[in-house]
């Protein structure tokens, strides 16, 4: 799997919103960006995921580059309860084995969000 | 749904003990895992499961041992427990194939003296 690099930290005032990058430099055309988030030692939250485009969802959007080299999360309005460490993670997306459930997690983003 | 659940929460053992962190989903999900973290650490897969009767070893495998008898079921057998294994594990299921999140249970604290 690709690797991923991300900031060690960042801090985000309350409403505004939060933008995460992750670098994703020998991302392959067969892999995902998955994004995953762990709230004060609880389990691990499923964010969000793209191939190439894209992505909206209740919680979050996703922008790919065009080149796919890299990625940013991004949390429109972000809330006290959003401060968690935030994960990006390249995931292999071929049908077939059994290797397309590995998740492997770096250091991962520790996101504050301020009053 | 109860989505997946382990038990227990915490646990401590003392070196050499044997013990089994359960896991269990119901969702149907085919795929499951284990996962540790380690203090200041993401997480490390340990053993994973493509569907009952099928498992395979991840990155961190040795001291560990699994078996998938149901879909629902998927538990994590410490053998002779040591110092090291002293982490919290986190199990996970999804759906087979990719482009399908994984759900993680609440994971369970294990210390070991």
């Known amino acids: 799997d690709a690797k991923t690099t991300q900031p060690t930290s960042m801090d985000c005032a309350e409403g505004r919103a939060a933008n995460l990058p992750c670098n994703h430099s020998t991302i392959s055309g067969n892999e995902y960006v998955y994004w995953y988030r762990q709230i004060h030692s609880q389990g691990p939250q499923y964010i969000i995921h793209?191939?190439?485009n894209n992505e909206t969802n209740e919680m979050a959007s996703l922008i790919i580059t065009e080149d796919r080299k890299s990625s940013t999360l991004i949390l429109p309005h972000a809330t006290l309860r959003d401060t968690a460490v935030y994960y990006c993670i390249v995931r292999v997306a071929v049908v077939g084995g059994t290797s397309y459930g590995k998740l492997t997690f770096g250091q991962g983003t520790i996101l504050t969000v301020h009053p | 749904n109860a989505g997946v659940t382990q038990t227990p929460k915490f646990q401590v053992l003392k070196t050499g003990q044997s013990m089994t962190l359960q896991c269990a989903q119901d969702m149907n999900h085919e795929y499951m895992s284990w996962y540790r973290q380690d203090p200041g650490m993401g997480l490390r897969l340990i053993h994973y499961?493509?569907?009952?009767?099928?498992?395979d070893q991840g990155e961190v495998p040795n001291g560990y041992n699994v078996s998938r008898s149901t879909t629902e079921d998927f538990p994590l057998r410490l053998l002779s427990a040591a110092p090291s294994q002293t982490s919290v594990y986190f199990c996970a299921s999804s759906r087979s194939g990719p482009g399908y999140e994984q759900y993680f249970g609440p994971g369970t604290r294990l210390t070991v003296t």
């Open positions: 499961s493509v569907g009952a009767g099928i498992t």
């Open positions: 793209g191939l190439k």
